[in-house]
């Protein structure tokens, strides 16, 4: 950590800094104010989710849960075995020995049956009730504030500067995904193709499709969107679709945290504590031409 | 500039400290914080109350979503207590519930007395409706009863009331000071609803023990806990603060929120 600054600071001369043209404000108050929001509520809701998940640990596909007959997609249990108490997780009837995380963990000498482990859920222990508090106070927090991001983008021009899809974007696609494999990345005030993908996938795909399929478990929004389960295709299948794009949520964190790391933790920071951003130095007739933005 | 640097470098490293802290005590820390009655518990229940005006908003007295016949593919899974071993039940089920009653008090006009047969010459409701439990699962089932409203009606609600509260026959926890039986409540607006009926049939059958004999309430638009089992006494009440701990349920008494409509 501190080498990296001392080096950033060592190409920074104290100078430039107050008219220092590479340094660009880049996220409005509305953005950063609203991802740190997301980022806590989503922490909470994850872990409280998983324990909710805890009380049930099998999904299904359907209008109900077989129990006369199946329609179970996924489960994680444990079972006894000759060597003692495992824990399995089975997809589609494939099973596999999970022991340690899904089905049977905790500590040497006191594991217990629990689907997902103590450490993944909110509260530690086994408690439905109060994960449900947790779970649906924040649901209320992220809604809220999906639609306040929604209202400010749509004024402050976020949206339309910097997440709408162009022509363009479909064009740098391929090299958008080489760079991104070779973890070259270009710090410009706009974002590249699949950053716009990832941002707006989650924005406009996963995180409206996780309020529906969670309104759509409701009973009481049942009575209000009757057709909700009925496009989505019933309870269960509500439930399962939102158990995966919680799964699809995570994925998009764990390489959001990574992209940071290869971009440049500090920088990719500031941005979205203060706005301020440090692009790239303008090109000086180097082999790598800046691409028009 | 460079003081402005540093003392951002600072403030990074320190945030990022407290979070992996945070991280590192497996959220135990939060723990402590969510008991029943803790202030900040306290605080995230409100939420439910946003919730239940919400949703009695949107709502309205529309109906729950029914089924067809084809959708039953199975017997309903019966959850909680599934035989109650209280004498005074077991005493009522050798019986067939001939000396069963359902007490109908508190704030009403006409206190009632009912039995099974009574109930079942009133005008009765079927529905086939999925159930809902709390743990996640579903299962769609066809219900026969007698409308919740219809028996308030015929006691005569005082307009002081705003809650039913329903008392049961099985034990469902044991306390210092004597067994817990089984509790919960709802609101008029739920009690008066067209689908919230006191069921004495399923899937064209009796009720079995299992599922609540003789007599459970449906409750269409909530989780299955709001609907209890096995009824003994339903009391039209103004509040609950003094029943059981306070918060209108047994469920509800250890930390499920009192409205299930989500």
């Given at each position: 950590m501190e080498s990296v600054a001392r080096s950033q600071s060592a190409i920074e001369p104290d100078t430039a800094a107050p008219k220092d043209a590479t340094l660009i404000y880049r996220q409005s108050r509305w953005t950063r104010l609203t991802?740190?929001?997301?980022?806590?509520?989503?922490?909470?809701?994850?872990?409280?989710?998983?324990?909710?998940?805890?009380?049930?640990?099998?999904?299904?596909?359907?209008?109900e849960s077989g129990f006369a007959y199946d329609n179970t997609i996924f489960a994680i249990g444990a079972e006894n075995t000759a060597n003692g108490p495992r824990g399995y997780t089975e997809i589609f009837g494939k099973r596999f020995d999970?022991?340690?995380?899904?089905?049977?963990?905790?500590?040497?000498?006191?594991?217990?049956?629990?689907?997902?482990?103590?450490?993944?859920?909110?509260?530690?222990?086994?408690?439905?009730?109060?994960?449900?508090?947790?779970h649906?106070?924040?649901?209320?927090?992220?809604?809220?504030?999906?639609?306040?991001?929604?209202?400010a983008s749509l004024i402050n021009g976020h949206l339309r500067r910097d997440l709408a899809p162009r022509i363009d974007d479909l064009r740098r696609l391929p090299r958008d995904i080489a760079d991104h494999a070779r973890f070259k990345f270009r710090h410009r005030r706009e974002y590249n193709t699949l950053q716009k993908m990832a941002y707006g996938g989650v924005m406009f795909v996963l995180l409206p499709l996780m309020i529906i399929t969670g309104l759509a478990m409701s009973p009481s929004m049942n009575a209000v969107l009757p057709f909700l389960n009925d496009l989505l295709g019933g309870?269960?299948?509500?439930?399962?679709i939102h158990f995966i794009v919680m799964l699809l949520l995570v994925a998009f964190f764990i390489i959001h945290i990574l992209m940071i790391f290869a971009a440049g933790p500090i920088n990719e920071l500031r941005s979205i504590i203060t706005g301020w951003y440090r692009t790239d130095p303008?090109?000086?007739?180097?082999?790598?031409?800046?691409?028009?933005? | 500039m460079a003081k402005f640097v540093i003392s951002r470098r600072k403030f990074l490293t320190s945030a990022s400290l407290g979070v992996s802290g945070i991280m590192l005590s497996g959220c135990d820390a939060f723990d402590s914080q969510l008991r029943v009655g803790d202030g900040l518990r306290s605080f995230l229940e409100g939420a439910n109350g946003l919730t239940w005006r919400a949703q009695r908003l949107l709502a309205g007295d529309s109906l729950a979503p029914e089924f067809t016949e084809a959708d039953i593919r199975q017997p309903q899974r019966p959850n909680g207590v599934t035989a109650p071993d209280d004498d005074v039940y077991k005493g009522l089920l050798a019986n067939n519930f001939a000396d069963w009653r359902l007490e109908v008090s508190g704030l009403v006009e006409k206190p009632l007395s009912l039995t099974r047969e009574q109930l079942m010459n009133m005008p009765s409701r079927t529905q086939i409706t999925r159930h809902d439990c709390v743990e996640g699962w579903s299962c769609i089932a066809k219900w026969t009863g007698t409308p919740l409203s219809l028996v308030l009606d015929q006691a005569v609600v005082k307009p002081q009331a705003r809650y039913v509260m329903f008392h049961c026959l099985d034990t469902i926890d044991r306390s210092l000071s004597g067994d817990i039986k089984y509790y919960g409540s709802i609101d008029l607006i739920d009690a008066r609803h067209p689908q919230t009926i006191l069921a004495y049939g399923l899937n064209g059958k009796p009720l079995p023990v299992e599922n609540g004999a003789p007599l459970r309430v449906r409750v269409e638009r909530q989780i299955g806990y709001k609907m209890p089992k096995y009824l003994r006494k339903i009391e039209l009440v103004d509040g609950f603060a003094t029943i059981g701990g306070g918060r209108g349920g047994?469920?509800?008494?250890?930390?499920?929120d009192w409205y299930g409509g989500i």
């Open positions: 991802h740190w929001l997301w980022a806590i509520s989503l922490f909470f809701m994850l872990l409280s989710g998983l324990q909710i998940f805890n009380a049930r640990p099998q999904l299904y596909i359907g209008k999970t022991t340690g995380v899904l089905g049977w963990s905790g500590p040497a000498g006191r594991e217990t049956s629990r689907a997902f482990p103590s450490w993944a859920t909110i509260p530690s222990y086994y408690d439905l009730g109060t994960a449900r508090v947790v649906f106070f924040f649901a209320w927090i992220l809604t809220t504030t999906l639609v306040v991001w929604l209202v309870r269960q299948t509500a439930r399962t303008p090109a000086h007739g180097s082999k790598t031409p800046q691409r028009s933005a | 047994y469920w509800e008494d250890n930390g499920y």
